[in-house]
Structures are given as C-alpha cells and as structure tokens.
C-alpha cells in the first residue's frame, strides 16, 4: 500500500539556522498538507499546497514558513530560522481530491531546536 | 475558525469493555468527521471516518455516530484489546481543501 514518506526523521538543529523538511506525498495525490505537534500536544495544521500554489495557511504559517514542491515527487517545509519554540514532531500528508477525501500522514519529522 | 473539543482526556478500560469517545464541533458548515489512531512515536493512522450526510458507520469494532443538529460525534470501540491503547484524536473539515482541525486527544488505556 503507498504510504507518504518523510526525511529525515529527526532533525537537530541551532537556534537561527535554517532546516528543510522533506516529504514524498502519495503518487497520484494532488493535495498535500503540512501539521505540527508538540509534544503531548493535538496535532495543528500548517498550510495546504494544491496546483504549485498555498491554498490555505494558518496563523502558525507566518514569514519564517515557506513551502515548495520543487519536483514532480518532493513537497518541502523551510523554517527560514528557526526559534526553540519550533521544535515539534511536523507530519506531511496528502490527499487525493478536493473535498472530504481522506488525507494519509507521513511518519514526522522529529525538529528538535537547541 | 473551526473548534473541536474532545472527551476526555484519558479512559481506562478493561479488556472486553466498550470505550467511547466523544468530541463536539463548531462550524455547522463542517461535513467530514475523520478518527485518527495515533501510537506513541507514530504517525496518526485513520480508522474510520463520516460524512455529514450518514448517522452511523461502523467497521468490524469501531463504529462512528453523528449528531448535526447537535453538532457532536462519537467513536465507539466494542471488545477493546490491549492493542487498542492508543491516542486518537478526532477532527473536523468543511471539504474544499479538506483542512483538519483536531480535537485534543484521549489516551486509551486497556488493561488485560
């Protein structure tokens, strides 16, 4: 069964630098997502990516966030630099269609921020 | 925005025991009502999900009720098993481009 895939799985990284999460979506998806969880905590949305473009981003997604599918196959995270409140467990997922369509996670990417 | 609420927070069961859990919505305009699983260290798996235009949906021992008027959702578990211990969190989406919101999770605990 496809599965979405995530590199890495965990990612340690300083203060102020730049990290790049990477996602392999499902193949004949065309909606991809990107979540967070803290610790302990519900999993909060991100931003939603359709046709190249941010369909919809929440207010966690501000100027530090970009999101790019660069190729026919990767969708990628880029906290520009990062803060210790970053670290968090980020799960990609993908879709197939607009509308209730059901979405498949992705194992997560452990950000850890010292 | 969308809000989802979810009870309780932990439920301890005994092995064989049903488990229910409970969560409520906000936005009316809200019609996908999807269960994820989630295993420590692991990534949130669906198990059963509804649309706003079924009451009830059930898989072998989990089953899912819907209330709209009520705006409220359940997931049931029949013959829990040790294996059922997990985190599962509800959520809530208005279709479009299918943005979740997710409840706060309830940690189930079975006990052999």
């Known amino acids: 069964e496809p599965e979405v895939t995530q590199t890495p799985s965990h990612q340690v990284t300083q203060m102020g630098q730049e990290v790049i999460l990477r996602c392999v979506p499902i193949?004949?998806?065309?909606?991809f997502y990107w979540y967070r969880q803290i610790l302990g905590q519900k999993v909060e949305f991100l931003v939603s990516?359709?046709?190249?473009?941010?369909?919809?981003k929440s207010e966690i997604f501000d100027d530090q966030f970009s999101v790019e599918r660069p190729d026919g196959s990767n969708f990628t995270l880029k906290i520009r630099s990062t803060k210790l409140e970053d670290s968090a467990m980020y799960f990609c997922?993908?879709?197939?269609?607009?509308?209730?369509?059901?979405?498949?996670f992705g194992p997560g990417t452990r950000l850890t921020v010292t | 925005g969308e809000n989802v609420e979810q009870h309780p927070s932990t439920l301890s069961v005994q092995e064989g025991d049903s488990a229910v859990i409970k969560c409520t919505y906000s936005?009316?305009?809200?019609?996908?009502f999807p269960w994820y699983k989630q295993e420590l260290g692991k990534r949130p798996q669906l198990i059963i999900d509804?649309?706003?235009?079924?009451g009830e949906k059930k898989d072998q021992r989990i089953a899912v009720t819907l209330n709209k008027t009520a705006k409220h959702f359940s997931l049931h578990i029949t013959e829990t098993q040790p294996e059922d211990s997990a985190v599962y969190f509800c959520?809530?989406?208005?279709?479009?481009?299918?943005?979740?919101?997710f409840g706060k999770g309830t940690m189930l605990l079975v006990s052999p």
């Open positions: 936005d009316s305009a809200s019609n996908y």
């Open positions: 959520a809530a989406s208005k279709g479009g481009y299918s943005t979740l919101t």
């Open positions: 997922a993908s879709s197939y269609g607009q509308g209730p369509y059901e979405q498949y």
């Open positions: 509804i649309r706003s235009n079924v």
């Open positions: 990516f359709y046709n190249n473009e941010i369909s919809e």
């Open positions: 193949s004949n998806h065309l909606y």
